[in-house]
């Protein structure tokens, strides 16, 4: 049980486009979904947190216009990189938390986004 | 603010020898502490985690960690390395259980044969 998935596991763009990753909760209803990155050999950094139904909450430094969530249902957070370039090229990975999970996050298995 | 740090970017051990992985936190309040495990290019798999009681946490694949308010520690061990055990390894810690989670830079454990 408590499995997350994303989609797409890798995605190359060009640069000055939009991408959207999706992050689902197959089995659980996420009431929080959080959203992070990762660069090569580094920690993961909190991007935002997203609750059902309302607007995300994001870290300082992180550009709210270009790294647009949408958390529409218990079950799907969205991710657009808008106007990507290739400083945005990194490892994204979201995790969620649901009800009666003991606080505990579960995480996906991350995209791989490549900008050129 | 909380943090964690990690000691050792790299941790080399024999087949077969103690791992031991060390966390060090600050927290203003009593923390809930996470290791975390990853494999090349995969999410993140929870390994064991405090939150209170006991101090000595048993998790998965052999790993137990031990939380010491004293040293402000949270250091992973596992008897006896197996080559699987091979991955990158998050310390991690929280508020609480419904806080957000703050990452330690992570220790990549290397198991020679």
């Known amino acids: 049980g408590a499995v997350v998935s994303q989609h797409p596991s890798r995605v190359i763009c060009k640069s000055g486009t939009s991408v959207k990753i999706e992050c689902r909760s197959l089995d659980f209803q996420a009431t929080t979904m959080f959203w992070y990155r990762q660069f090569p050999k580094q920690s993961l950094m909190l991007m935002a947190t997203?609750?059902?139904?309302?607007?995300?909450?994001?870290e300082q430094g992180v550009e709210k216009d270009k790294f647009l969530i949408n958390h529409a249902s218990l079950t799907l957070s969205t991710l657009t990189v808008t106007s990507a370039h290739p400083e945005d090229s990194s490892f994204y990975i979201c995790s969620a938390r649901g009800f009666g999970l003991s606080g505990e996050q579960y995480f996906g298995p991350g995209t791989r986004l490549t900008v050129t | 603010a909380q943090s964690v740090t990690q000691l050792g970017s790299h941790v080399s051990v024999s087949e077969g020898a103690l791992v031991l992985l060390r966390c060090n936190y600050s927290?203003?309040?009593?923390?809930?502490l996470f290791w975390y495990v990853q494999y090349p290019n995969q999410g993140l798999q929870l390994l064991l985690k405090y939150t209170t009681g006991a101090t000595l946490v048993k998790g998965i694949n052999g790993f137990e960690a031990e939380f010491k308010k004293s040293e402000t520690s949270f250091h992973l061990t596992k008897p006896s390395a197996h080559m699987s055990d091979a991955a990158e390894y998050f310390c991690a810690v929280s508020m609480n259980r419904d806080d957000k989670i703050i990452f330690g830079k992570g220790t990549r454990l290397h198991i020679l044969p």
């Open positions: 997203s609750n059902e139904g309302s607007k995300a909450t994001y």
């Open positions: 927290s203003s309040v009593p923390p809930y």
